[in-house]
């Protein structure tokens, strides 16, 4: 088969969408394809050379006459240029907005038949969907893209009731490449971090917005650490840490609160953790919750978007009702008081991430529809 040039534009900071992105160009490279991130600056994981991957960075200047810089304008000429000068036979963007509206722009400013394929990580529907000056905008991008996937079946459902496009939407799950998202002995870390040998320890890993209800990880380990020796890492950063600080002082148990901020190697975190709880109101995905999984931690998720199809109830962990702080409480407490049921959970969600979402299969999914694309014409 040819081997493809592929223009790739996502967020490039922190977040699962430049997450998922990055890797799967870096999943592309190896395979031999060329690949070339467009963005604002390097995606956070290319932290090193990589064979086959060109990074071309958009460059917004700040004009007096502007009130506001014209990023968009400037992406969509970057993206036009690179198209033409590598080549390029597929631009693939993650996000409809603004990403996928440029790509369209930027074909037809390259003059060639540069084949768009736009996926759909959530906070672009599940956010912008609701507000009318952007849905005709959301929709333009889809139906102009020339294969549009979303991350999860819910977040297909979302798109088709708050956007209404008319395109077909292919649901490809997010990935893991389990070589590096795996078990690791981090048992050195444990002593580091003041976690004590009888303690269970749970995780949560987010960007703190309030859609991630990280007050609700508070309550609920509370409860838990009412029962039983335990510490709760905190992985991340954002709006919400202050007032995670605040209640978890009040309720008194601040000293078991680790708040660790943004973290590189999460891997060797998971990897000491007991139970992993994501207990957002929104959440297309899930994409910490696989990552958990894959280091064999049962996770408790909420019943909202994409969780279930992550998190399988009574399998690999509990899937619990959004705020329910007691019945949360109550399934944490049972994983941790009951080997059994961890270790089968453990088992159980190691199994299911190499099985349905390892990334050979999923890239294999991607690399598919480009050269279905190609193929067409
Ligand atoms: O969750 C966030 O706030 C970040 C956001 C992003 O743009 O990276 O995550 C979205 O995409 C991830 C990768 O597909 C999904 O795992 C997350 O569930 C999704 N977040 C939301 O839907 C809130």
Same mark, same amino acid.
């Given at each position: 088969?040819?081997?493809?040039?592929?223009?790739?534009?996502?967020?490039?900071t922190?977040?699962?969408?430049?997450?998922?992105?990055?890797?799967?160009?870096k999943?592309?490279?190896?395979?031999?394809?060329e690949?070339?991130?467009?963005?604002?600056?390097?995606?956070?994981?290319?932290?090193?050379?990589?064979?086959?991957?060109?990074?071309?960075?958009?460059?917004?200047n700040?004009?007096?006459?502007?009130?506001?810089?014209?990023?968009?304008?400037?992406?969509?000429?970057?993206?036009?240029?690179?198209? /033409?000068?590598?080549? +390029? $036979? #597929?631009?693939? @963007?993650?996000?409809? *907005?603004?990403?996928?509206?440029? %790509?369209? !722009?930027?074909?037809?400013?390259s003059?060639?038949?540069?084949?768009?394929?736009?996926?759909?990580?959530?906070?672009?529907?599940?956010?912008?969907?609701?507000?009318?000056?952007m849905?005709?905008?959301?929709?333009?991008?889809?139906?102009?893209?020339?294969?549009?996937?979303?991350?999860?079946?819910?977040?297909?459902?979302?798109?088709?009731?708050?956007?209404?496009?008319?395109?077909?939407?292919?649901?490809?799950?997010?990935?893991?490449?389990?070589?590096?998202?795996?078990?690791?002995?981090?048992?050195?870390?444990?002593?580091?971090l003041?976690?004590?040998?009888?303690?269970?320890?749970?995780?949560?890993?987010?960007?703190?917005?309030? /859609?991630?209800r990280? +007050? $609700? #990880?508070?309550? @609920?380990?509370?409860? *838990?650490?009412?029962?039983?020796? %335990?510490? !709760?890492?905190?992985?991340?950063?954002?709006?919400?840490?202050?007032?995670?600080?605040?209640?978890?002082?009040?309720?008194?148990?601040?000293?078991?609160?680790?708040l660790?901020?943004k973290?590189e190697?999460?891997?060797?975190l998971?990897?000491?953790?007991?139970?992993?709880?994501?207990?957002?109101?929104?959440?297309?995905?899930?994409?910490?919750?696989?990552e958990?999984?894959?280091?064999?931690?049962?996770?408790?998720?909420?019943?909202?978007?994409?969780?279930?199809?992550?998190?399988?109830?009574?399998?690999?962990?509990?899937?619990?009702?959004?705020g329910?702080?007691?019945?949360?409480t109550?399934?944490?407490l049972?994983?941790?008081?009951?080997?059994?049921?961890? $270790?089968?959970f453990?088992?159980?969600?190691?199994?299911?991430?190499?099985?349905?979402?390892?990334?050979?299969?999923?890239?294999?999914?991607?690399?598919?529809?480009?050269?279905?694309?190609?193929?067409?014409?």
């Amino acid at each position: 088969m040819k081997k493809l040039k592929i223009g790739i534009t996502c967020y490039p900071t922190i977040g699962g969408s430049g997450v998922v992105a990055t890797e799967l160009g870096k999943l592309l490279a190896e395979r031999g394809h060329e690949i070339h991130f467009i963005s604002s600056s390097l995606p956070f994981r290319l932290t090193k050379m990589y064979r086959n991957i060109y990074s071309h960075e958009v460059e917004v200047n700040q004009y007096s006459v502007f009130q506001y810089p014209p990023y968009d304008i400037a992406l969509a000429s970057k993206m036009a240029e690179v198209a /033409v000068l590598e080549n +390029l $036979d #597929v631009l693939h @963007v993650h996000y409809a *907005i603004p990403h996928a509206v440029c %790509a369209i !722009l930027a074909r037809q400013m390259s003059g060639r038949d540069l084949k768009i394929v736009t996926t759909l990580h959530g906070t672009d529907i599940t956010v912008l969907g609701y507000d009318p000056s952007m849905t005709d905008a959301i929709r333009f991008g889809i139906e102009k893209s020339d294969y549009v996937t979303a991350v999860s079946a819910s977040l297909i459902k979302q798109t088709y009731e708050l956007i209404k496009p008319k395109k077909e939407i292919d649901c490809v799950y997010n990935f893991i490449d389990t070589r590096v998202n795996k078990r690791v002995d981090s048992s050195d870390l444990r002593g580091e971090l003041g976690i004590l040998p009888d303690e269970k320890v749970i995780i949560h890993v987010s960007n703190f917005r309030p /859609v991630k209800r990280a +007050l $609700d #990880v508070i309550r @609920v380990f509370a409860g *838990i650490a009412e029962k039983l020796p %335990a510490k !709760l890492l905190l992985v991340g950063d954002g709006p919400e840490i202050k007032g995670v600080c605040s209640l978890a002082s009040e309720l008194g148990i601040r000293e078991k609160v680790l708040l660790l901020g943004k973290q590189e190697r999460v891997e060797e975190l998971y990897s000491l953790s007991d139970l992993m709880l994501l207990l957002s109101e929104k959440e297309s995905f899930g994409l910490v919750a696989l990552e958990a999984m894959a280091c064999g931690v049962p996770c408790i998720g909420t019943n909202v978007g994409g969780i279930p199809e992550v998190i399988v109830d009574g399998q690999t962990g509990y899937i619990c009702d959004l705020g329910n702080i007691a019945e949360i409480t109550e399934k944490a407490l049972h994983i941790l008081m009951n080997r059994s049921v961890h $270790d089968h959970f453990a088992l159980n969600s190691l199994h299911r991430a190499e099985t349905n979402f390892g990334a050979e299969q999923i890239v294999s999914v991607y690399e598919n529809i480009y050269y279905s694309l190609l193929e067409n014409d």
